[in-house]
């Protein structure tokens, strides 16, 4: 009879090792929302198309390069944008790095986790909320106590700080899940009648308020409608979370129209999104945990860095271990 593992969380590292994992395990992932990817995420609304959580992803490890340029040819994925400029109060200051790929998923962010799960067993509006000793394993239930499942083993994958509230206090990694610091981010989603020239495809931003601005438009598979998405600065969305929405929008308007000189205060469609754990601050240092005793692990971009990236090789190296395990289980 095959171990039975379950994977909370059906982002970039949930579905990673999930992949990894399903040719030696009966795996299950659990997934809180109606859609995959994390913060790997897209909006629709009013034909207007927003990619309102990660903007683009790099692959530098030969591993992962090889995925993203699978994901380009089978059409999950493409190239995004040709350069990052940097706008100021003094106008837009040209990107003078050197190129490297930048990709995005295809029709949106999500795409590209889309593609990667394909084959897996994912049930989606499905939140974890508990786990219980239950035999040799663990006993998964909901927010309203219904039954989930019992598993052999259980890897989280979601921020450190829902982790650390979902492990029990005997799991080894608690106090290393507790040094991790997230942060958050406010995201402004602009819907436009008329077409909008502004010069670039996307742009880092420089002001008290504000850190990035992409013209969803510019990417390949999207919406030709007129879409902007403006992200926060972190520092200032953790000051400001629990604000009122019509407060925050408004002040993060005004920075935009002081930045492009334009007012977008009345448009077709707007938007905010919260997001409170959006940036990895400090990372726990170490690939992955795991507690090889209770069967309990977890894994993330919070375990190495900030990128999509870290999240894959925090999840390639737990299934490492994993696979060792089952293939001497």
């Known amino acids: 009879m095959n171990t039975s593992i379950a994977i909370i969380g059906a982002g970039i590292a949930g579905i990673t090792l999930g992949r990894n994992l399903s040719a030696h395990a009966d795996v299950t992932v659990f997934e809180k929302s109606r859609g995959l990817g994390g913060r790997m995420a897209n909006r629709r609304r009013e034909g207007f198309s927003f990619d309102h959580g990660a903007q683009y992803f790099t692959a530098r490890s030969k591993a992962f390069k090889a995925a993203a340029e699978q994901a380009v040819a089978q059409g999950h994925a493409g190239i995004w944008p040709k350069a990052v400029h940097t706008l100021t109060t003094n106008g837009l200051v040209a990107d003078s790095r050197p190129t490297e790929p930048r990709y995005i998923g295809i029709p949106g962010m999500s795409g590209f986790a889309n593609g990667l799960a394909e084959g897996l067993e994912i049930r989606k509006e499905a939140s974890v ?11 998964l239930s909901d927010n309203e106590d219904r039954h989930l499942g019992n598993f052999d083993l259980v890897i989280s994958t979601a921020p450190a700080p829902q982790t650390v509230r979902l492990m029990p206090e005997t799991f080894s990694a608690h106090a290393d899940l507790k040094t991790v610091k997230m942060s958050g981010c406010l995201t402004l989603m602009i819907g436009l ?15 008290p308020l504000l850190s990035w601005i992409a013209i969803e438009a510019s990417k390949p598979g999207r919406s030709e409608k007129t879409a902007l998405t403006i992200h926060s600065r972190n520092d200032w969305a953790e000051a400001n979370l629990e604000r009122d929405r019509g407060e925050v929008q408004a002040e993060m308007l005004q920075s935009l129209k002081r ?12 938007d905010l999104h919260r997001w409170r754990y959006a940036n990895v601050e400090r990372p726990v240092g170490q690939p992955f945990l795991f507690d090889p ?3 309990l692990g977890a894994c993330g971009d919070w375990c190495l860095g900030n990128r999509v990236e870290a999240a894959v090789e925090s999840a390639l190296a737990l299934s490492e271990i994993l696979i060792a395990r089952l293939q001497g289980a």
Request: charged residues 20%; glycine residues 12%; without cysteine.
């Open 129 to 139: 909320a508990r786990l219980a000793p239950s035999g040799n394993g663990w006993a």
């Open 193 to 207: 009648d008329a077409q909008l020239d502004l010069g670039f495809e996307a742009a880092r931003i420089e002001d």
């Open 259 to 270: 930045l492009l000189g334009k007012n977008f205060s009345t448009p077709a469609w707007l």
């Open 293 to 295: 005793a209770l069967g």
